[in-house]
């Protein structure tokens, strides 16, 4: 049974509020991490499981397209108060088309804005070429980036692509979703992300200097990323990323240290058998141009 969200007091609100920036950093990194999954190429470095990351690159660009499912969450623990953000969704790619789908559910931290309830948000996105549409509370909005917003690389090969960067190790040989697979893990520090998204896009961080990226991975218990890639056809089969930290701060109104805790988790699945299409809903041809001039 899902934890119910408790109503924080201003005092806690105050002592979560040093936590509450660790989890802004996380994701923030995560943000980037994404895009650079969606748009960038990487150069990646030779690994220890190098061989099959390869293997499985090759798999991937044979196959052309890729849907997946994901889930997980962002939870953040301060002297008894806690804030837990669900995210689920969905998602499918054409590299061969050039088309992708997207949809994210995530809970609402704040339950009511202007009078409306706002316990649940979905945002729906669809990139056409090289143009983005995107969905959320009845708005449509849309822009383009020609030569820049199609990556021309699906979600997966883009996350082998950070996993041979980071000199991955095959860990073990085992069943996942009832298939036999090769696990492979990465353990790479909070810092070592964050200055691969700021060297990408050295804006996502313009709030941060280089001080503040290195100083990161104090508070930071753990970082993971797991990837499963099927013995026999070696496309990847599920993924699981968990970021862990923690920080103990002393606050005037209480005796001793305030522990916060912060974790964001990550599931995703994916799917090369079923066959899909991306049409895009005629709704979106009235989308409200963003696209800078």
Same mark, same amino acid.
């Given at each position: ?19 509450? @920036? ?21 150069? %990646? ?13 090759? $798999?991937?660009? $044979?196959?052309? @397209? ?42 609402? %931290? ?74 492979? *893990?990465?353990? %790479? ?16 961080? *313009? ?6 990226? $290195? ?57 090369? @058998? ?20």
């Amino acid at each position: 049974m899902p934890r119910e969200r408790p109503s924080i007091s201003k005092s806690q609100d105050e002592r979560g509020g040093k936590a509450g @920036k660790i989890a802004v950093a996380i994701v923030v990194i995560l943000i980037g991490i994404f895009l650079y999954f969606m748009l960038f190429t990487g150069q %990646p470095v030779p690994s220890k499981a190098t061989g099959l990351l390869e293997q499985a690159e090759i $798999a991937i660009k $044979a196959a052309g @397209k890729e849907s997946f499912t994901f889930e997980g969450a962002m939870e953040l623990t301060s002297q008894g108060g806690y804030i837990g953000i669900p995210v689920s969704g969905e998602g499918r790619i054409d590299s061969v088309g050039k088309r992708m789908y997207m949809k994210m559910n995530f809970e609402s %931290p704040v339950t009511e804005i202007g009078g409306v309830s706002n316990d649940s948000i979905t945002i729906e996105s669809y990139v056409i070429d090289d143009v983005a549409y995107i969905h959320s509370m009845d708005n449509w909005l849309k822009y383009s980036s020609p030569g820049r917003l199609w990556g021309q690389a699906q979600f997966s090969q883009k996350i082998i692509e950070l996993v041979k960067g980071f000199d991955a190790a095959i860990a073990e040989k085992g069943s996942v979703n009832g298939r036999e697979a090769y696990k492979v *893990s990465i353990s %790479p520090s909070l810092s070592d992300l964050a200055n691969m998204v700021a060297g990408i896009d050295p804006q996502m961080f *313009s709030g941060l200097d280089q001080s503040q990226l $290195a100083g990161l991975d104090k508070d930071v218990k753990s970082v993971r990323l797991d990837i499963w890639i099927g013995t026999s056809d070696y496309l990847p089969i599920k993924i699981e990323g968990v970021i862990e930290a923690q920080r103990n701060t002393v606050a005037p109104e209480v005796v001793g240290a305030v522990k916060q805790d912060v974790a964001l988790t990550l599931t995703v699945n994916f799917d090369y @058998k079923t066959p899909f299409n991306i049409v895009l809903p005629s709704a979106a041809q009235n989308a409200q141009d963003i696209s800078a001039s």
